[in-house]
């Protein structure tokens, strides 16, 4: 608590530089430095702790997540002016709640508490205590879910999940589609999507099923229909050369949005599976027409229909993954390639893929369209639900 007594002391002092006219001008001015320098300190720290917190091996309680999250949002918003979840959609109501409880508390010292918190949890697993270099500061600290760099024309973003096998969350949608789009329109050339830890992504969060209330389902299925529709168009509609290394495990519509990118990286260890009969669901991602387009009707029908798990070779085989390389050096070298990608004429790249999207673009978004709409329709019916239940009772045995 030293950094906030201090930083206390130092605008006490101003203020009264201020009223009273105590200190001379040289002095407020030193003044202002310092308390720039904690800020930028302090944003240091909180930058350090937000991955530190991906580092934990214990997952915490209910509470501590919950608290991890408002101070979170106090942080990097400030006071919470959204409006309350509906009274049946229990988790959201809870996050609210833990946010707007901060409403007094200033973001400087959310992020200080936010600190604390993280390294005590980390203490208690007896880590090493968090590196003091700064990040880099390309570095994009708007994201809860998601690891966001710019450098060397290169936009990289990292699922940034990993004790949840970066399962995708409502918020993990949004983010996602926000920072495509933020690349779409800034001066990168290509853009990579990764995971951290062992697994690229596990698919939906199927926690997410947990918290609906059954007189809910139909209005929650709507919306997350349209969700779903948005961030697969934010896929399509994706303008610049746009690359996927999977670095681990794909699961669901991790696997079936492979079809829109331009180019797919595989680790040796990699696994594709898309169990959507398992679960009483039906494919998305565009893939029920990319997928027969890039390997075959009767391939695709065997990941799709019947759950064939592909190993890195066989989907390498089949043209869904572009290049499998060594896990060893698996991201030092897909670096290295994005990086000579980037390097290329960004015109040159923007124009060419638009010259080969072009032409399927309106196919590309119809059936889009119609996979959201059969989504809607399975994520309410009797077989959907059942099929989720059976899962987590086989989790839970």
Known sequence: MAFQSTQHFVRLSLFRSRKLSRLGSSNVMDCQKVIRFMSTELSSQFEMAKAKLNTLKNEPGNDVKLKIYALFKQATLGENATKKPGAFNFVGQAKWSAWHELKKMSMDD???????????????????????????????????????????????????????????????????????????????????????????????????????????????????????????????????????????????????????????????????????????????????????????HSKACEMMLFNRKLNAKEAHDCGLVTRVLHSDTFEANVLATVNEMASLPVKSLVYSKALMRGPELEILHKVNVDECNRLVERWTSEDCINAVMKFFSAKEN
């Open 110 to 296: 959310a992020k200080q508490e936010y600190v604390n918190v993280i390294e005590k949890l980390a203490a208690a697993e007896g880590l090493e205590e968090t590196p003091t270099q700064e990040p880099s500061t390309e570095t994009q600290q708007k994201y809860e879910n998601l690891f966001v760099t710019k450098e060397n024309a290169v936009t990289r973003i990292v699922l940034n999940r990993p004790h949840k096998k970066n399962a995708l969350t409502r918020e993990m949608y949004e983010e996602i589609i926000a920072a495509l789009n933020e690349a779409a329109n800034d001066n990168s050339a290509v853009t990579i999507i990764t995971g951290a830890g062992d697994f690229f992504c596990s698919g939906n969060d199927l926690g997410n099923f947990m918290s609906i209330s059954p007189d809910k389902m139909q209005e929650i299925a709507v919306e997350s229909g349209d969700l779903l529709r948005r961030y697969v168009s934010a896929y399509i509609d994706f303008p610049k050369p746009l690359v996927a290394a999977v670095n681990g495990p794909a699961i669901g519509v991790a696997v079936t949005v492979l079809g829109l990118f331009d180019v797919v990286f595989a680790a040796e260890h990699a696994t594709f599976s898309t169990p959507f009969s398992n679960l009483g669901q039906s494919p998305e991602g565009c893939s029920t027409y990319t997928f027969p387009k890039i390997m075959g």
